[in-house]
């Protein structure tokens, strides 16, 4: 059973354009991040929600928009994407509040490419 | 913020040697300090972890040092294995900002 999925695992897209990608964990888990990995391999946060609130929110373009409709699920929506945007986006999960010392769990990754 | 070095960016080794990778933080009150493996096409997977509250942790053929003194961790692979060969990143928890900072990542080849 997968414990933290993501889709899709491949995004090709135009500038311009506005584009979801959906995240999806089924450990329980309280807390649930979006991280970016550009080229050059550089992991990075974005953002962290705890139970449906947004805790996290680093200096993101306000184009990026997370949306938690239940603890188990995170969704991160772009508007008028970039040639910048173009990354793998990780989802990860951790059992309890941000800031834990807990492992975190990383899903499959999903590569945008901005055309 | 919280600022991780990590070194070095490449590592070669023949199999049955062993890797040291070493980070550096720059905050002394960061409690949290876990290691990644990121395989091709895959998300990082925990290898291994360490709390402030201790120097040395192991497990098998993995164990991560921590000198708290002098703010840097190290990651020691001993016998190495073609399966080993992946990016390695630490990361260390950033207590202000409560999210994880991660050092550039180290790629290991191991030569069978």
């Known amino acids: 059973d997968t414990a933290v999925s993501q889709t899709p695992k491949y995004l090709v897209t135009q500038m311009g354009n506005d584009k979801s990608i959906k995240c999806e964990q089924n450990?329980?888990?309280?807390?649930m991040y979006w991280y970016k990995q550009d080229s050059k391999k550089f992991l990075k946060i974005m953002f962290s929600?705890?139970?449906?609130?947004?805790?996290i929110n680093e200096t993101v373009p306000n184009r990026f928009s997370p949306k938690s409709p239940d603890k188990a699920h995170l969704n991160l929506h772009i508007n008028s994407l970039e040639l910048g945007d173009s990354a793998v986006y990780f989802c990860a999960s951790s059992p309890r509040v941000a800031g834990a010392t807990d492992t975190q769990y990383f899903g499959p990754g999903t590569r945008l490419t901005v055309l | 913020g919280e600022n991780v070095e990590q070194h070095p960016s490449t590592l070669s080794v023949q199999e049955g040697d062993s890797a040291v990778i070493k980070c550096t933080y720059s905050d002394s009150a960061s409690n949290y300090f876990p290691w990644y493996k990121q395989e091709l096409g895959k998300g990082p997977q925990l290898i291994i972890d360490i709390r402030s509250n201790v120097g040395e942790k192991k497990d098998q053929r993995i164990a991560v040092t921590l000198n708290k003194t002098a703010k840097h961790f190290s990651l020691h692979i001993t016998e190495t294995q073609p399966e080993d060969s992946a990016v390695y990143f630490c990361?260390?928890?950033?207590?202000?900002?409560?999210?994880?900072?991660f050092g550039s990542g180290t790629r290991l080849q191991v030569q069978p």
């Open positions: 990361a260390v928890m950033d207590t202000g900002r409560r999210a994880l900072t």
């Open positions: 450990l329980g888990h309280d807390t």
């Open positions: 929600y705890n139970n449906k609130e947004l805790i």
